[in-house]
Each structure stands twice: as C-alpha cells, then as structure tokens.
C-alpha cells in the first residue's frame, strides 16, 4: 500500500482548479505500474514521489499523463510539493524547496502560495507560416482574431498563440481532427474594465492533442511559456492574473510574476483525498 492524495491545484474555491494524484514513496514501484495507475486515474497528470538522485534536490518526481510521461509539467509540480510537504518533507531551506524531475532541478518558493521557477525554454521563437496557418483553422479563428505565434515550450511541447481578446479564447470550438499531433495554448486579454470583476488580466485555455486529450483545466507549463514570451517583450506586465478552465467550469487564477530574467508561476494547493492506494499486481 502507497500514501495517496489528491491535490487540488489553481484555484482558491474548493474543487474548481486541477487536480492531480500523487502517489508517494514510490520507489518500489515499475514504470508500468506507473503508467498503468495514471492510465486508471484517468486525470491530466498523476505524480509519483521518490528519492532524489540528483545533488541539491530534495525529492524527485514523475509525471504521467494517461498516455505519456513528461519531463516537466506546471500544476502537478505544484501540487506534488504540496503533498511532499504536507506528509513531512523537510527541504534543506527554510522558504524553498527543489525538486528534481525529467526536466531537471526546479525550485519551489514557499510563501503566500506555492510558486515554482519555470525552466527554460526548450523551443522558443516564431512558428512557421503553414504550421500558423493550419493551427488557426483548427481553431476556427476568423482573420484578425490571431495577433502572434511563438513556440514556449519548456518540455510538454507548447505552441502558444496570443489572440486579440478573452472574449476570443472562451469562444473557441477546435477541430479536434486537425488540431491533432499538436498542443496549443493561447491566451486573450480582459478589457481594463472587466479585470476587476473576473480576477484577472487575462484568459487562457490549453488544448492538448498531442497527448491524446483534449483540454487542460489549469496549466502550469503553459502559463510559464506563455509569461517568458510575453512579458519579455513588455505585451504583459512583470505581474499579472491569468484565469484558466472558465470554459470548462473551473475558477483557476495563475499568478504570475517575472523578477529580472526569472518568471514564477504560483497558485493556490489543496488536498481534497487523502489515503492508501493498492498498486500490487
């Protein structure tokens, strides 16, 4: 029998963020049994906690999608450190923790929220005509609508869009066909006086057909890419609120700030299930 929780990720109403499964002290177990769980659990992300084998870490960690493994993943980082740190997980510093994943080390602030260091970008810079072009209409997106493209992708693969308004984002209907084989994220801005009453400056949904989904509640990677190539080149401020799983439902507020080079995406964690899980075979 494992430890098992299941942290609610995002979102600071109760069940209206995005939940991801940990199962800790997994080091007894395969990656089959692995994949088999996350195929089971059927969430966007279930995280498995082991010993780190990297210096300077404190723990580590794989992340599983129903079908994949990825190297790095936002809100199942965040949430993996909430439940490390709730089961007694002691960092080597008072106010940060590291965790080591496929990706390599990532850093955890501990403070008002959890807030983790996004890594670097592995794939950034502008998207090719035909791949913009076929994105576009898989989104159905009328001309005009589609204001930049730019590939933010820090290991699940992102292809971002920036677009001319949440009003935009929160309408789209993908062709799930033609979208498939890639993950996409775009984001749209609030009118100013509309940031008040929703929380946020902007709206961003994440379609992830590449993994064999669809969409993505609330996305931490995402958010991470999207902030390293918008506010580098001042189109968001160094602070803002992204609102994130409005079309499905969910209130996620991403908080997200860019100290010098550095961006931080953080939200709120809460355990919703705690108990045991039989992994045996």
Known sequence: MHRFSQVDVFSDEPHRGNPVAVVHAAEDLDEGQMSSFARWTNLSETTFLLPPTQLGA???VRIFT???ELPFAGHPTLGSAHAWLEAGGEPRAADELV????AGLVRVRRG???ELAAPPLLRSGAVGKAEVTRIAAALRLEPGQLVDAAWVDNGPGWLGL?????QTVLALDPDWA???GRDVGVLGPYPDREQGRVGAQVEVRAFCAGKGMSEDPVTGS???GLAQWLTADGRLPA??????????GRAGRVHVRREEDQVWVGGATRTVVRGEVDLSR
């Not at 965790?99 to 496929?102: D, L, P, S, T």
Request: charged share 20%; aromatic share 6%; proline share 3%.
């Open 222 to 224: 995402l958010n991470a």
């Open 99 to 102: 965790q080591e994943c496929a």
């Open 112 to 114: 008002e929220r959890l």
């Open 66 to 68: 129903p079908t994949v």
């Open 178 to 180: 033609a979208l498939a």
């Open 239 to 248: 602070r803002y609120v992204a609102a994130q799983g409005t079309a499905l």
């Open 58 to 60: 404190d723990y580590r």
């Open 162 to 166: 920036l677009l001319d308004s949440a």
